[in-house]
Every structure is written in structure tokens, then in C-alpha cells.
């Protein structure tokens, strides 16, 4: 069965700072792994998607999350927070089976400090 | 081009009462989903179309929740009678096909509260 966990329900950093959101996952195939933003009254984008190609996945607004299998691991990264980076942030792997639907974790969060 | 319309965009209603919701997908887009958002939670799949015939409705709760996609395009979700712990955002995605190729569009979603 495939899960995800994603450690922290809130996280704080201040304007400028590293943004490091994590999420580790269980997947008894190859996992497909997800990250969607959350911004308030609105619902979900993608920002970045692993599909075993290049473990090292960037997206947009300058994310980029790295797979590490060793680890079960795909965390989120951002060099320097802005402001409009607040938001919940949502890990997801792509259940077993044909359908390609999603199984999402909890949400993160994310608050910026000016 | 048009992002995913979901309709209404908040609803109060009281348990045991019944409602309806609506969604109407990206022009083109074969497959649409259902997700159930509780406050505090991730988003949960409630039932997968592809076209008009279901893919997946396993976590669907069948007694008092009923979907449908007539002609394939844009889908109504219901739920009677309606219970406290169903409160939550009720999130509509589609993307062209199934499977994780096709990137999954969210509509606004519609905030569902039962008193």
C-alpha cells in the first residue's frame, strides 16, 4: 500500500530564508511523488512531480524537491522564502494500479516572516 | 483557457438534509475526480471518472453519497442525508487521461458545513 507522512503540520521561516518542507513515503511499486501548493479559498497546483526520471526535480517558483530512496524520502526546498510562499503545502504518491490517482499526506503550513 | 468551475463555492446546510454539488472539468479533459478536503487533513479520493463510466470509487461511502457524469463532461456530487463529519471542501480535479502523465487541474472547491 502506498502513504505518505509528511513531518511538521507548521512550519515557520523568516523572508529570505531556506524553506525545507518534508515528506517521506511508503510505496510497495516504483513511487510516482507530488508536491501541490495550497493557497487560502483556492484549490490545488502542481508545483513539482518525480517520475523516475532525474531524482533531483525542480519546479516552479524556484522548488525543487530530491528523491532519495535510501531514505524513502522526498523533501521540498526553496532557497529564499518570499512572502507570498505562505501557503499549505501537500505531499502525494500515486496509488498502485492503472488509475493514476492520488494519496495525499496531511499538509504543511508553511508561514513567512517579514 | 478555463480552469475547473465548481459550484456552489460554500454551502451551510443542517444533518440529515441533503445537497448537491457541481463541477464542470477543463474543455478536452477525459478523466474527473472527486476529492473530499477535511480541515486539517490532505485531500482524500472519493471517485475517479473516466469519461463517463467510474474507474475508481472505493473510498465513496455509497450509502449516502452518489456521483454521476452524464456525457462525460461535467459531473454532480451528492450527498443524503447529510452528516456532521461530513463537513469539509469538496475539491473537483480533471486531467486529460488517467494515470500520473497528466498533470491533475484542482477547481476552487466547495466548502461544505453541516450544523
Known amino acids: 500500500a502506498q502513504s505518505v507522512t509528511q513531518l511538521g503540520s507548521h512550519v515557520s521561516v523568516s523572508e529570505g530564508a531556506l524553506v525545507l518542507l518534508r515528506c517521506n513515503y511508503s510505496s510497495s511499486v516504483p513511487p510516482y511523488l507530488f508536491w501541490y501548493v495550497q493557497y487560502p479559498n483556492q484549490g490545488l497546483q502542481l508545483l513539482l512531480k518525480?517520475?523516475?526520471?532525474?531524482?533531483l526535480v525542480k519546479g516552479i517558483n524556484d522548488f525543487e524537491a530530491e528523491f532519495k530512496k535510501s531514505e524513502t524520502s522526498f523533501h521540498l526546498t526553496k532557497p529564499s522564502a518570499h512572502m507570498s510562499d505562505a501557503a499549505e503545502y501537500f505531499c502525494a504518491v500515486r496509488r498502485g494500479g492503472s488509475q493514476g490517482n492520488l494519496i495525499f499526506g496531511k499538509g504543511t503550513k508553511l508561514s513567512v516572516k517579514p | 483557457e478555463a480552469g475547473v468551475a465548481q459550484s456552489p463555492r460554500y454551502k451551510i446546510i443542517e444533518k440529515r438534509q441533503s445537497v448537491a454539488f457541481w463541477c464542470n472539468p477543463i474543455?478536452?479533459?477525459?478523466?474527473l475526480y472527486w476529492y473530499q478536503q477535511i480541515l486539517g487533513q490532505g485531500p482524500k479520493l472519493l471517485i475517479q471518472f473516466q469519461n463517463n463510466g467510474v474507474v475508481d470509487d472505493s473510498q465513496l461511502p455509497k450509502d449516502r453519497f452518489s456521483a454521476e457524469r452524464l456525457k462525460g463532461v461535467d459531473s454532480t456530487l451528492k450527498i443524503q442525508p447529510a452528516k456532521l463529519e461530513d463537513s469539509a471542501v469538496y475539491l473537483c480535479?480533471?486531467?486529460?487521461?488517467?494515470?500520473?502523465?497528466?498533470?491533475?487541474?484542482f477547481g476552487p472547491g466547495t466548502r461544505l458545513t453541516v450544523t
Open positions: 480535479a480533471s486531467s486529460l487521461a488517467g494515470g500520473t502523465a497528466y498533470e491533475q487541474y
Open positions: 518525480y517520475t523516475s526520471a532525474a531524482t
Open positions: 474543455s478536452g479533459h477525459a478523466t
